[in-house]
Structures are given as C-alpha cells and as structure tokens.
C-alpha cells in the first residue's frame, strides 16, 4: 500500500504564500507522476499542478505564474509553492500520486487526506 501524508496548509492573507508537502511511502513501488488537486465547496475535484518522474510539469491555468510544483526524488516528496495567492485559491488540496508496482507494472492512483488551504483576511 502506497500512503500520502500531506502538511503545510493553513489560513494566509490575499497575497500572502504558502507551501505543501506530500511525502509518499511504502515499498516496492515507483512513482510515475505526482500532483496536488483541488476541491473547492460545491466544485469539483480539479488538477492544480503535476510533475511527472522525467521532470515535466503543468499546471491549471488559474495559476500559471504563480504556483509551482518540485520534487525531491530521494524522498519521494512533492512540494506544491504557492505565491500570490487569492480567495478563490481556498480548498481542500490533496495530494496524488500515480504509482507502477514493481511486481506486476500495474499502475494505481492513490490520494492523500486533504489538506486546507484558507486565502482570507
């Protein structure tokens, strides 16, 4: 079994930053790609930003220029930046990871808890 834990939400101004963190767990696994999503009350579940093993990066429009997703590999950890942020940022952020096992190649996705994030003043 694959486990997120995630950390770093909170409550900051408009404007203010704000960092997450995911650390992923377990054995005999290897990561694919890792992401941060987003729910926001009444909305649906939505793709913030994702990395994938190779490096590659994208992220949703809405935060383009001013979020930023990095990875530290040894850790299996993903971090989520988030500067500039506004109201609309507020929600539950959850971290995800799409996982192969080694022993069959199969690929899973797994979610963590959910963090949240409150942009207010």
């Known amino acids: 079994q694959v486990q997120l834990v995630e950390s770093g939400g909170g409550l900051v101004q408009p404007g203010g930053s704000l ?3 995911c650390a992923a767990s ?7 790609a890792m992401g941060w999503y987003r729910q926001a009350p009444g909305k649906q579940r939505e793709l913030v930003a994702r990395i994938t093993s190779g490096g590659s990066t994208n992220y949703a429009n809405s935060v383009k ?4 997703i990095a990875r530290e590999n040894a850790k299996n950890t993903v971090y989520l930046q988030m500067n ?5 940022d507020t929600a539950v952020y959850y971290c ?9 190649y199969s690929v899973r996705d797994y979610w963590g808890q959910g963090t949240q994030v409150t942009v207010s003043s």
């Open 84 to 88: 500039s942020l506004k109201p609309e």
């Open 96 to 104: 995800n990871c799409v996982c192969r096992w080694n022993s069959d």
């Open 19 to 21: 960092r997450v963190s």
């Open 65 to 68: 220029g001013r979020f930023t």
């Open 26 to 32: 377990g054995s005999g696994f290897s990561i694919n």
